[in-house]
């Protein structure tokens, strides 16, 4: 064995043993616990003027905090488009504009979800749901990219990355399946027919009977599934071990995951990498188009001579 294999060995081994959670991702869990709060927090206050008809609304005692230009409603859409436009700092980390290459790739990414998901939201709720004029389109193309970007993380999951955002190759990818198919043989003497178990399980029969778009649909159900896959994996492995200590069980069940999730990724990598150029292709000029209606609605709005705090 060499010295690289045994190393990754060791490593796979390690990260099977004790799945930590590491600072950064209680941090994000905090951040949306915190996020998800808030918004609840002010749709519960706002709720009695947003179900108010259109015409009712500006005899409210609520109209001058809550209306698009009031003092909360207003400061929603500053937040919310502040959080958009800091969403685009992933694609200065990711080609390293302007000299940043602090900070893993991957919790960029995870930053630029959070915004991508919390600034469409408070921006939501800056429009009280009062849609008219151009900027009605930039707000659907903003909703359009927040949703395409839920579709693209999915495919993005299913092409292997490092953390610092390199995708694996296909050899890569070959290589640590055979690792983790050698420990599985090797330490855990696993049969053959526990071997094939993980092969129907894993969905990667689903290339061979479908193509394009049900394919997609396909693997969507069959990850909606996966909790329910494992449990039959874990029954399955407590009727052949009974005296399988937990801790065992517990590194046994992690690698088989791992070794599901290689055998399906390897053979949809290519239909993934094609769906994940398709989707950039979609997804950035909605961004952009986004973008610029943003910025005509402010200056329209300053030129008006709106003001806020500031
Ligand atoms: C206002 C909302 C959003 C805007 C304006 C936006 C904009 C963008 C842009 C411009 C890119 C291209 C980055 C680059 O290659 O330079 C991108 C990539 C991406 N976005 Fe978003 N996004 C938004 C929301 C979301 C959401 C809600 C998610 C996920 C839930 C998401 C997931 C992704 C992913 C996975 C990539 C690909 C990363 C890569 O190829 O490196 N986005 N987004």
Known sequence: MSLLLYNDSDTILKQAKKRKTSTFSTFLHMLYIAGFAAVAYLIREAWPYYTLGLSDRPRSPLHTLWKPGGF????????????????FLYSARKRQWFGLRWGKLSRWLDIHIFFGIFGPILVTLHTSFKLNGFISIGYFALLAVM????????????????????ALTLEQLDSKDRLITRILVEKYRISKSFL??????????????????????????????????FRKIRRYLVRHNPDIPGRALKELLHLSRQKTLLMRRKL????????????????KPFAYLMLVLMFLHVAIVLALGYKWIF
């Open 147 to 166: 949703f395409s970007g839920i579709i693209g993380r999915y495919i993005y999951m299913q092409i292997p990355h490092t953390l610092e955002g390199h």
């Open 72 to 87: 909360l409603g207003h400061g929603l859409g500053i937040i919310g488009s502040a959080m958009i436009l800091l969403l």
């Open 268 to 283: 949809m990598l290519h239909f993934m990498q094609k769906a994940f150029h398709y989707w950039h292709v979609l997804h």
């Open 196 to 229: 094939m178990l993980l092969q129907k399980l894993s969905g990667a029969h689903l290339a061979q009977k479908r193509r394009g778009f049900w394919l997609f649909i396909s693997l969507l159900f069959n990850d909606l599934l996966r909790g329910y896959r």
